[in-house]
């Protein structure tokens, strides 16, 4: 399932279960991100190159814009997060139980605790769970 929220100038898609609730968009615009109030985007609520730049920084990419020009990184990188799960970033092609797919997203956060209900991608449970990594 994917939600579109529009400005005059952005177009913000939101994919529920690619999030990790990491808190980053709230934590940054919380006048934009506001996870009590529906519906939770409200992109009246802040600049553009704002609310750009905090779904830029968006970890598991459930936040992503529409028609992102970034340049599409030439390596692969791998980011395994302190007691969290192990962000990809890059070309990814994932083969999970002999079904492979080419992601079109340029990152994703896999799970590392092993509780996720949406293995093989991280849902949060870890912090729920308090999980830490050895």
């Not at 929220?5 to 990790?20: A, G, S």
């Not at 992109?43 to 905090?54: A, F, V």
């Not at 492979?100 to 991280?122: H, T």
Request: hydrophobic share 30%.
């Amino acid at each position: 399932m994917k939600k579109t929220y529009t400005n005059e100038n952005v177009t913000v898609i939101w994919e529920p279960e690619k999030c990790i609730h990491s808190e980053k968009c709230f934590k940054s615009l919380p006048r934009v991100f506001n996870p009590k109030r529906k519906p939770w985007v409200d992109l009246t609520q802040s600049t553009s190159e704002k609310i750009i730049e905090t779904v830029r920084n968006c970890p598991s990419q459930a936040l992503s814009l529409k028609e992102d020009k970034k340049e599409e990184a030439a390596m692969t990188e791998i980011q395994v997060l302190k007691n969290g799960p192990v962000l990809v970033k890059g070309k990814i092609s994932l083969d999970c139980d002999g079904k492979k797919e080419v992601l079109e997203q340029n990152q994703i956060a896999l799970c590392r605790c092993g509780a996720s209900n949406n293995k093989p991608y991280c849902d949060g449970t870890h912090a729920k769970i308090n999980f830490e990594a050895p």
